[in-house]
């Protein structure tokens, strides 16, 4: 492997130790928004709301609180092994990612109904 190509593989954010712990938990905050949003939009305009069909149909057969439990669980849990790995990047960027196709799309929809 070249130089130029492993250092793009292990590329890290300054202060990476610290920025990273504050960027792993904005992005569980961020999950936490998002299951708040989810459970209330579904229960303001019900589950054909849910744009995600795999998360839909989980809410259908279990329940909002199970299926966005559960789903909110892994969504951290694999943002924690990207922390342990190191791949602060790619977690930011699922972290604004989020925000903009989860949060929004949430927030605008509940603010003018």
């Known amino acids: 492997m070249s130089a130029q190509s492993q250092s793009t593989t292990s590329f890290r954010l300054p202060n990476a130790d610290t920025c990273a712990l504050g960027l792993l938990a904005l992005f569980a905050v961020v999950q936490i928004a998002d299951a708040w949003l989810t459970a209330v939009g579904?229960?303001?305009?019900?589950?054909?709301?849910?744009a995600n069909p795999m998360l839909a149909l989980p809410i259908v057969l279990f329940g909002p609180a199970a299926a966005l439990i559960i789903a909110k669980g892994a969504a951290?849990?694999?943002?924690?092994?990207?922390?342990?790995?190191?791949?602060h990047v790619l977690l930011a960027a699922l972290t604004v990612m989020y925000v903009c196709v989860a949060?929004?799309?949430?927030?605008?929809?509940?603010?003018?109904a």
Do not use: H, K, N
Not at 42 to 50: K, P, Q, T, W, Y
Not at 103 to 112: C, D, F, Q, T, V
């Open 42 to 50: 579904i229960d303001r305009f019900g589950v054909a709301a849910e």
């Open 76 to 87: 951290v849990v694999g943002a924690a092994v990207l922390y342990r790995l190191s791949r």
């Open 103 to 112: 949060i929004m799309p949430w927030a605008w929809a509940l603010a003018i």
